[in-house]
Structures are given as C-alpha cells and as structure tokens.
C-alpha cells in the first residue's frame, strides 16, 4: 500500500517492508523518485491530500505506528521529510460539511 500511498495507483511489488525493492520497483514502472516529488508537489499545490490516504482495510497487517514509521521512511528516502502539505486555502464548507455541522444532537437544543 505504500506505493498506492506514493502514486494513487496500486502496484504489484507493494512490501512495506522491503522499501528498496519498492522504489526500485515503482521507478521501473516509470515512477522515478524525482517524478513522486513532482507528483506530490502537484497535489499540495491543488489542496490534495499526498500521501494519498489509504483505505485501514488495506492495511489490518500492520499497525498505525508502522504505517507511519514506513511512511516517514519513504519521504526521507524521497527528501520530502521537511515539507508538508499548506493548510487549505478554502475558506467555505462543502455543502455536506456544513450538513454535519448543523447536524447536533436532539438533547443540545434548537442552533442558530
């Protein structure tokens, strides 16, 4: 799930814990370090999520705290360890946030 993580597309060499053997992998399925780079530069740039978020079904075999330590492994080895996502520039809800938000319990009384 990691090269999922990485590019949002499934791969079949996917092993978390061979982490060379997936970006050697991954770059001979035409994902060099350098276009994983660009690519996650792209989506921050658009507000998107990268690392593409994964699906926990997909990942019952291993624990958050592997996950995530994988991760960071893999945006060191990519040198992406000092950049992060911007906050989003949005500045509205999506209607169906804004369905949640004044979704509220019977017993907290009438909103607005």
């Not at 996650?40 to 330590?69: E, F, I, M, N, T």
Request: no cysteine.
């Amino acid at each position: 799930m990691v090269g999922f993580a990485l590019t949002g597309e499934r791969h079949t060499h996917d092993l978390a814990s061979d982490l060379p053997g997936l970006l050697t992998s991954l770059h001979t399925s035409g994902w060099s370090p350098e276009r994983i780079r660009a690519h996650a530069h792209q989506r921050w740039s658009h507000d998107l999520p990268w690392p593409y978020p994964v699906d926990p079904h997909d990942l019952k075999d291993v624990g958050p705290a592997q996950w995530y330590a994988t991760l960071g492994a893999v945006r060191i080895s990519l040198g992406l360890d000092g950049e992060r996502q911007h906050p989003s520039r949005r500045t509205s809800l999506t209607p169906e946030e804004q369905r949640l938000t004044d979704d509220v319990p019977p017993h907290h009384g009438p909103t607005g």
